[in-house]
């Protein structure tokens, strides 16, 4: 019937304690530092070329058009690899004289001739941050971070906050926080925990509250998409993994040229509702799609397969509905039949992107009735 989430669970397992911060309000500071030095250009690929550092035979500079020489991070390194057209993986392996040959070749031979870099500069050396595409969209960590803080405030006592543990509140530390970033990307959980949801009928005939969630992603440098994740949860436990998920919804962005305004015009309002709308709404719309027989009322085998066949694979469909009936004990015959039998039917899935596929399916059902 329901499903688990290990997106914020990865995170919590895989970032340094220099990529954690304990509220929005330190996690916004971060960003908009990073943004403040940072500064975004187009340059010409003929106007630019890879050099090594002299005595560094493993070091390797971009010299731009003023002469001035910048060392790439390990992300933008690869990024540039693949501008040139070479393998990153074994162009950190050639000594940097080759290893620059090989860049210039690449850059020199390309039929497009501008690129976008990131540079960065806060007291040290400045670094070049991200390689891109001329027409890259950037939507700024800083951007989206001012929007949260904006709407939730500091992350820790207003209504959507960091989870606690199993439902209840903990002090939020390095340890046990959900809000993240590095040089390459940005990710944050925040859920509303004290206004849970009361559903009739949500297991086995019997009463269930769940609490409202969302996951926001990004990257500067073109790491991954932007994207936000809405859900219904049952608890989130000390690893962060997010259990009992229902009703997974999520927006990506890629980073196009238009990205930065598909991010105020499509992904920030969605976000607003999602956070305006009372628990007695969602409610609603639960107890609605709980109702709605599908096919007009009937919600006969045959209308629930054609339903099904519609939105998915045959395969699919079958398996959907085994789902179901193992959970309940019972044929689907309900929009909320249907959206649960897709996430009870995902979590048998091992892969994340094609569970996650599945689950914003389940989650589009639930939107049918009003």
């Not at 390309?110 to 500069?121: A, H, N, Q």
């Amino acid at each position: 019937m329901t499903t688990t989430l290990m997106q914020a669970s990865h995170q919590w397992s895989t970032r340094p304690s220099d990529e954690r911060f304990v509220s929005l309000t330190d996690l916004d500071a971060h960003c908009q530092n990073i943004k403040a030095c940072s500064k975004a250009m187009t340059l010409d690929t003929k106007s630019i070329h890879a050099a090594p550092v002299e005595g560094d035979s493993n070091a390797m500079m971009l010299v731009g058009p003023s002469g001035a020489a910048v060392a790439p991070t390990h992300w933008a390194f690869g990024q540039l690899a693949q501008r040139a057209g070479a393998p990153a993986g074994y162009i950190r392996d050639l000594p940097a004289p080759l290893a620059a040959d090989c860049i210039n070749y690449g850059l020199t031979t390309r039929s497009v001739e501008d690129i976008g870099v990131l540079l960065y500069k806060n007291g040290g050396a400045p670094q070049i941050k991200a390689v891109t595409g001329p027409d890259y969209g950037r939507i700024w960590n800083a951007s989206i971070t001012r929007a949260l803080v904006q709407r939730f405030g500091d992350g820790l006592t207003g209504a959507f906050k960091v989870p606690g543990e199993f439902g209840k509140r903990v002090a939020v530390t390095k340890e046990n926080t959900t809000l993240y970033a590095s040089d390459r990307d940005m990710f944050v959980f925040l859920a509303d925990e004290e206004h849970r949801i009361e559903i009739p009928n949500r297991r086995d005939g019997k009463t269930g509250q769940l609490s409202r969630g969302f996951f926001v992603w990004n990257s500067e440098v073109g790491k991954c998409k932007f994207g936000i994740a809405t859900f219904l949860f049952d608890y989130v436990c000390c690893n962060r993994i997010v259990w009992g998920a229902q009703g997974y919804e999520e927006i990506t962005i890629r980073h196009t040229s238009r990205a930065p305004e598909r991010w105020v015009d499509q992904a920030l309002p969605a976000l607003q509702d999602y956070a305006n709308s009372s628990t007695a709404g969602v409610r609603t719309a639960i107890e609605h799609a709980m109702s709605y027989k599908i096919g007009g009322g009937g919600g006969t085998p045959d209308d629930v397969t054609n339903f099904l066949n519609a939105r998915f694979s045959k395969g699919q469909t079958a398996a959907i509905k085994a789902a179901h009936l193992a959970d309940e004990g019972r044929p689907i015959e309900t929009l909320w039949d249907a959206a649960t039998g897709v996430t009870g039917y995902a979590r048998s899935i091992p892969y994340q992107d094609e569970r996650v596929l599945l689950e914003r399916e389940g989650g589009k059902i639930l939107k049918l009735v009003a």
